[in-house]
């Protein structure tokens, strides 16, 4: 186990919905970063918020917005679905102190698998 | 953007045998990790590594950053191991973390 969690574990939706995933970092972690992989695309990275503050964008559609509280959990909102956003939605945390990268060592909650039907 | 090769793409051996699986990135970076993923999707961390080596029991791996490639050691191999491994770097600009396409292993009992 991680730490890191992921709500829901599963979502079944239609197209054109919206939907919203959850994730709670790891306890002390202000970094949280937001990846979708799918069978043709594989693991691609799509955000990262630190601290409330969006820090790095990846390859995240127009459709996709996510935020970080101030309680650092941090939401991923996908909206006017398509078949083709059908994947496992990953997030991960890292502790700011274990290295001076951007992305330091990150730990991945279980994910949230998207169906969009 | 950086490109992440991963070799092989698939290896199959028997349980007990060792094996070595390689990364190339195109790009220096300033991080290296090795994940596994397991049958259920579930994503471990089994090595943060932007450079030299490190070992977790039957796991160890060695980043050679000034060459580019990254190498992770498995030994006595378990049929817990099975599974894919993907290796995953940070870019220099701090803008983008890229996996590999991953290396799918099966161990036999």
């Known amino acids: 186990d991680s730490g890191v969690t992921q709500t829901p574990k599963h979502l079944i939706t239609a197209t054109g919905q919206r939907v919203t995933l959850r994730c709670s970092p790891r306890?002390?972690?202000?970094?949280v970063y937001w990846y979708q992989q799918s069978l043709d695309q594989g693991l691609q990275f799509l955000i990262q918020?630190?601290?409330?503050?969006?820090?790095a964008k990846g390859n995240i559609l127009e459709r996709f917005s996510a935020q970080q509280f101030p309680d650092l959990h941090s939401e991923l909102n996908l909206s006017s679905l398509e078949l083709g956003d059908s994947a496992l939605y990953f997030c991960?945390?890292?502790?700011?102190?274990?290295?001076?990268?951007?992305?330091?060592?990150?730990?991945f909650g279980p994910g949230t698998r998207l169906t969009v039907l | 953007g950086i490109q992440v090769e991963q070799s092989p793409p698939d290896l199959i051996l028997q349980e007990g045998a060792n094996s070595t699986l390689r990364c190339n990135f195109s790009?220096?970076?300033?991080?290296l990790q090795w994940f596994h993923q397991n049958p259920w999707g579930q994503l471990i961390n089994l090595f943060y590594i932007p450079s030299g080596t490190k070992q977790n029991g039957r796991l160890s791996a060695t980043t050679v950053a000034t060459e580019r490639y990254s190498l992770l050691y498995i030994s006595s191999s378990q049929t817990t191991d099975s599974g894919v491994y993907f290796c995953?770097?940070?870019?220099?600009?701090?803008?983008?973390?890229?996996f590999g396409p991953g290396t799918r292993l099966s161990v036999l009992p």
């Open positions: 918020y630190y601290n409330g503050e969006e820090r």
């Open positions: 991960a945390s890292s502790d700011p102190t274990s290295g001076g990268a951007i992305f330091n060592e990150q730990f």
């Open positions: 306890s002390g972690d202000l970094s």
């Open positions: 995953a770097v940070g870019d220099n600009y701090g803008q983008n973390f890229v």
């Open positions: 790009d220096s970076v300033n991080n």
